[in-house]
Each structure stands twice: as C-alpha cells, then as structure tokens.
C-alpha cells in the first residue's frame, strides 16, 4: 500500500514560500542532496494541491522549469484543483486524488506537495510522514510549513537525519493513535 509524505524544503524559521509565495528564496540551496535523490527513487505518484501548482517555480528560468523536482522525477502526478493543468490529472474531489494516487503509485511513496494539501491529509488520517529539508537561512515571512492556530498536537516520530551539503534533512513518521 502506498505510503503519503508531505515533501519540502524549509527556512530554519519555519517557512516553506516568502512572501506572496515567493519561492527564489530556495535557489541557492537547490543542489546535490543525496538524501533527496535517494527519496525521490521512491515515489510512486505525486500528489498536488492547486496553490502550488499555480505557485511560483524554484527552477523558474532553469531547464527544470514546471518539473517535479527540477525534472529529476518522471512520473504520474495528481492535481487537486478544479482548474485543468496541462500533464497533470486534475480533480477537485480530495477523496478521488487520494485515490487515484494511492492507485498511481501502487506499494511506492506517493509525494504530497502543497502545504494545505499536506494538513487536510493529515486532518483526514492520510498523511503518513513528513520530510523536511531544513535550509540554513530565516526567511521572517511567508508560509509556514504547518499553520494551524488552535489545532491539535501531532507527534512525530523520526526516521532519518542526515546533513547534506546544503541543508539537514529530517523524516518523520506520523504518530496514530
């Protein structure tokens, strides 16, 4: 059965995108990560919400434009959004992603991308890990990777640490029960 992790990079404050959605911020650290490498021969599927796949691109003006990962992965990806994407199989239906993912990708990671994707996910029961790339710089605004004022504690269990060239690499396993 395919396993959901919410994929990201993150200022060491807590940001995932600057302002407006910002995401040149990323560039600098954009390079060899062979902890990322190895988790992206995992997935599966990815599965998108529509604010990052209407979102700004870190690979804008790079051959990796509009690429998961820069064009580092091939591969079915899912949208959930109302709005037609061009290679992407878009539906505005949560329950059908989840399911056309989980189908993609078979015993594989299924990658979820998108920050209020990743918390209804996680609302829902869906969302089995988290993997954060933690970059070395304070962004002071922006949004966060999990923001939800007044919301319950979720305990997270780690996987893997490790410290690449460019950032530290953290996995987690979500908590049940």
Do not use: K
């Amino acid at each position: 059965m395919a396993t959901f992790v919410y994929s990201v990079t993150m200022s060491l404050d807590g940001f995932i995108a600057g302002p407006d959605g910002d995401m040149s911020w990323m560039v600098p650290f954009l390079g060899p990560d062979p902890a990322m490498d190895a988790f992206v021969a995992e997935v599966g599927a990815v599965l998108v919400g529509g604010g990052t796949l209407r979102g700004r691109d870190p690979y804008e003006g790079t051959a990796g434009e509009g690429e998961v990962f820069g064009g580092g992965w091939e591969g079915p990806q899912i949208g959930v959004t109302s709005r037609p994407v061009a290679g992407v199989d878009c539906t505005a239906d949560l329950d059908e992603a989840v399911a056309r993912a989980r189908g993609a990708a078979g015993d594989r990671v299924v990658n979820v991308l998108g920050a209020t994707l990743a918390r209804s996910l996680l609302e829902r029961g869906v969302l089995d890990e988290v993997l954060t790339s933690v970059a070395p710089v304070l962004l002071g605004a922006g949004t966060r990777l999990f923001d939800h004022p007044g919301g319950t504690a979720v305990r997270l269990e780690p996987i893997a640490v490790a410290q690449v060239p460019l950032a530290t690499f953290l996995r987690y396993r979500v908590v049940r029960g």
